[in-house]
């Protein structure tokens, strides 16, 4: 299995800036694509940004402009740059990874959230 951790939340004023990271751990597996999604109570989980291994990235017209995912592959953490920060940008945030574990087992991992709260 592969666990992922996730680390950078907080309280911020708007038009701040956060960054979170999720850190990946387990043995011999490769990562095909990373995500951050947020979720607000009583709402569903919704995608913020995507970042698949040879493709390009994506993300929520909501954050366009404001937000950069990022990977550092030697270290297998996914990264979430987050400027300009809104009140609406106020969400438990996750990230998720799927690929294989050697030989050829396929996985999808969560982490355990991160809140991250912006400040009128």
């Known amino acids: 299995q592969v666990q992922l951790v996730e680390s950078g939340g907080g309280l911020v004023q708007a038009g701040g800036s956060l960054r979170l990271s999720c850190a990946a751990s387990?043995?011999?597996?490769?990562?095909?694509?990373w995500a951050w999604f947020r979720q607000t109570p009583g709402t569903q989980r919704i995608m913020v940004a995507t970042?698949?291994?040879?493709?390009?990235?994506n993300y929520a017209d909501s954050v366009k402009g404001r937000f950069t995912i990022s990977r550092d592959n030697a270290k297998n953490t996914v990264y979430l740059q987050m400027n300009s920060l809104k009140s609406e940008d106020t969400a438990v945030y996750y990230c998720?990874?799927?690929?294989?574990?050697?030989?050829?087992?396929?996985?999808?991992?969560w982490g355990q959230g991160t809140q991250v709260t912006v400040s009128s």
């Open positions: 998720n990874a799927n690929g294989r574990v050697w030989p050829a087992k396929a996985f999808d991992s």
């Open positions: 387990g043995s011999l597996f490769t990562i095909d694509a």
């Open positions: 970042l698949p291994t040879g493709g390009d990235t």
